[in-house]
């Protein structure tokens, strides 16, 4: 199979579309054959040196930004060139006028689900782009049964044309060995006993909730209150939130860093509006933390038993934190379970679905 696969998200700081097109890609070129080919769109030879050492692999630099227009009208014409049998864009921007076999990977809806939080060009770029290149599509990848029907009900596609290919946690996420702790938490310089929240400022990851759960817990709890770390929020974001004794901000964390954090938590909190997936919850549950997270949109599929699920509002959060923190007995029990459910979602079984449906678009219309 010779695939043209556009990883042009992919960078050294990567977010959750690039690690998920680079990790696919690297379970997939474990399980098949020397028949397969990928010729990989990049931005820039830094992002080329990122991709596998593997020579069913060659690296393609087209700097054409993802969503541009350019991408729009220049794409097609430089896909036409290679002989490829498909073209699979691994985020929600592919070429509508290119004429080829069309695979994409849509995460979510999130500007579609949360109008008021995204500008007009996010909405227009769904109508005019998005929209019609996965109703064109030979199929669509998503990450989650609710995106999936977030895909069925916003953009009118096919459910049978719509494959669910879950995220899966990366081996740096795992929980620690107690031996391990203290030089973990002294290289991070984190606190012995803390709450954990990962994410960043947009309003869909609900930080702020957190933030006041956590406000309101100090009333009832004083000293005996672990302090919050938020990790992907800088001093001045969330409405001007500024570190203090009991609220620790760290900007961004490699993998090894985001892993320890985890493992280290007393409790991760993801109290999320809105997730196509919820990688870091996954993450944590990979780590041993117990965690708790919303009762909404994918969380519950991600989460499943092995943690706590609560609506995202202050009130339920620290009702769920509360109690938690009161319960060694339960943050245990959900620390064994974590890496059990975490192992259910593995790159290889992603992997495989895809290679699977590679083939079942090359064999003919399908479905």
């Known amino acids: 199979m010779r695939i043209i696969y556009d990883l042009r998200t992919l960078e050294p700081r990567m977010h959750g579309m690039a690690r998920y097109g680079l990790e696919l890609l690297r379970a997939m070129l474990d399980q098949g054959g020397e028949e397969l080919g990928f010729g990989v769109l990049v931005r820039d030879r830094q992002a080329a040196s990122l991709l596998p050492s593997d020579p069913r692999v060659l690296a393609m630099v087209c700097n054409f930004a993802p969503y541009g227009l350019l991408s729009q009208l220049l794409l097609p014409k430089v896909l036409g060139q290679f002989q490829a049998q498909m073209y699979h864009c ?3 921007a592919p070429p509508v006028r290119f004429g080829g076999r069309i695979l994409v990977t849509i995460h979510d809806l999130i500007h579609l689900r949360f109008p008021e939080h995204h500008g007009l060009k996010h909405r227009l770029f769904y ?31 096919e459910p049978r044309r719509v494959v669910v290919t879950p995220n899966a946690a990366g081996p740096a996420f795992r ?18 006993g803390f709450i954990l929240g990962v994410g960043n400022p947009k309003p869909h990851k609900n930080l702020t909730a957190l933030v006041q759960a956590h406000h309101l817990l100090q009333a009832r709890m004083g000293a005996s209150l672990p302090p919050l770390v938020l990790v992907g929020v800088q001093p001045g974001e969330l409405g ?19 892993a320890a954090a985890y493992a280290l938590a ?67 029990a959900l620390a064994q379970a974590g890496p059990a459910q975490a192992a259910r979602f593995s790159w290889a079984e992603a992997a495989r679905s895809t290679l699977q449906t590679y083939r079942r678009v090359l064999d003919g219309p399908w479905p």
Do not use: N
């Open 240 to 258: 001007g939130l500024e570190p203090g004794p009991m609220l620790r901000l760290i900007p961004h964390l490699d993998d090894a860093g985001l």
């Open 266 to 332: 007393t409790v991760v909190v993801i109290p999320s509006l809105y997730e196509g997936f919820g990688l870091p919850a996954l993450e944590a549950l990979a780590c041993g933390a117990p965690v708790i997270a919303s009762d909404r949109a994918s969380l519950p599929e991600v989460v499943g038993r092995a943690g706590v699920l609560c609506p995202p509002e202050p009130e339920a959060l620290a009702q769920a934190l509360e109690g938690l923190l009161h319960d060694p007995a339960r943050r245990e």
């Open 175 to 192: 929980p620690l060995e107690p031996d391990q702790r203290a030089a973990a938490a002294a290289g991070l310089g984190l606190p012995e």
């Open 90 to 92: 691994t985020f929600y």
């Open 127 to 157: 109508r005019w782009v998005a929209g019609p290149a996965a109703r064109k599509a030979a199929a669509v990848f998503t990450v989650s049964q609710h995106s999936k029907r977030d895909l069925v009900e916003l953009l009118g596609v």
